[in-house]
């Protein structure tokens, strides 16, 4: 069968643009997760951010009660564990169900574009009409041909190595497991240890469970992560038996050519294409604006023109660049000291060291 348009990836970037496209083209979504108990579900800490929020009010959508989670929390711990740091910073997330939140976005779809879940992509191919495609869903395998691709499938995209194996990324092993919560009172943690990784981890308390969590370098990711806990636990984390672990890749852009918005009517957005914050590891938000402006370059006749459609993401790679250029006032042991130090923009806990 033959289609317009193939998105692969439901995740918020590919939900978007399957909303956003305009239902003259005939569009077909595949996607791993599913409505099933054991379906995929993404590793992530479900905190959505304040970039996020502004791109859901752009689209004038209210977040329904049944995907937040509780509590919600407006002051993160920041520690830096090697130097006994320790700071309140005040942010405004949103703590919500991850697999929930992705779910809400995928009914959002129109009728109009027809949705393969449970699925999984194996194989992509040039071919004179554009790309056949070919998935596995319910033990069935299945090609169908497109005009266009859009790679929506995340950090690990096969869409992306598949057609631009040339546009390599750096790429961490994001690994985090869920505790049953044990803590006198709930918190979100981000913790700094150059003994364990260059990036950060993490720590979110989440309707009675305990999620611990970090980006680690992937040749040594698993013990890197069991350091982390031995470390937290001496600390006063309250960390018992895990209930599950997950894991995914996670991408990480240093420059320019990390961004690959795509060619020949393959496109990419989200994290496949590179948007990602290299000093959060916030995605949502990016997400979100790559789909919105891809949509809308599709929807004016204009997909061809390639750089267009790079000139409207430009604004994107320019505010990821300078994150990555601020990174360093988060990541380097000392700068970060000075910085946590002087208090700058922290706020005070009763009890809590300094």
Not at 12 to 34: E, M, Q
Not at 104 to 110: F, Y
Not at 194 to 222: E, N, R
Not at 235 to 252: D, H, I, P, Y
Request: hydrophobic residues 40%; positive net charge.
């Amino acid at each position: 069968m033959n289609y317009d348009i193939a998105i692969i990836g439901l995740g918020p970037a590919g939900a978007t643009a399957a909303r956003l496209l305009d239902k003259k083209f005939k569009i077909l979504a595949i996607d791993k997760k599913s409505d099933a108990e054991d379906s995929f579900r993404k590793p992530c800490g479900g905190l959505l951010a304040t970039d996020a929020q502004k791109a859901l009010s752009k689209f004038n959508l209210t977040l329904p009660k049944e995907i937040l989670a509780d509590p919600q929390i407006f002051a993160v711990k920041t520690i830096d564990s090697k130097q006994n740091l320790l700071r309140y910073y005040q942010r405004f997330y949103i703590n919500l169900d991850r697999y929930k939140f992705d779910q809400w976005l995928v009914s959002l779809i129109p009728e109009h574009v027809e949705k393969a879940d449970g699925a999984r992509c194996m194989d992509i191919k040039r071919v004179e009409d554009g790309y056949d495609i070919t998935y596995h869903r319910n033990k069935v395998e299945r090609t169908i041909t497109a005009r266009h691709i859009i790679g929506a499938d995340g950090a690990g995209s096969l869409v992306r190595k598949t057609l631009f194996p040339e546009r390599k990324i750096a790429q961490y092993i994001s690994i985090q497991e869920w505790f049953a919560e044990e803590h006198q009172t709930p918190f979100y943690s981000c913790i700094f240890d150059s003994d364990i990784t260059d990036s950060y981890c993490w720590s979110i308390s989440k309707d009675g469970f305990f999620i611990l969590g970090g980006a680690f370098p992937t040749h040594v990711s698993k013990q890197r992560f069991d350091l982390l806990k031995e470390k937290l636990k001496q600390q006063g984390f309250a960390l018992g038996n895990a209930v599950k672990r997950e894991a995914c890749l996670v991408s990480m852009p240093r420059g320019l050519r990390d961004f690959c918005v795509g060619k020949d009517n393959a496109f990419l957005i989200g994290e496949a294409a590179g948007f990602i914050s290299p000093s959060s590891l916030e995605g949502i938000s990016y997400a979100f604006n790559s789909a919105h402006k891809l949509a809308d370059v599709f929807n004016s006749g204009d997909a061809h023109r390639v750089w267009k459609i790079n000139l409207k993401l430009m604004p994107m790679k320019i505010k990821l660049l300078l994150k990555y250029l601020k990174s360093p006032f988060m990541y380097r042991p000392l700068l970060r000291k000075l910085i946590m130090k002087t208090g700058l923009n922290s706020i005070d806990v009763a009890g809590e060291r300094k």
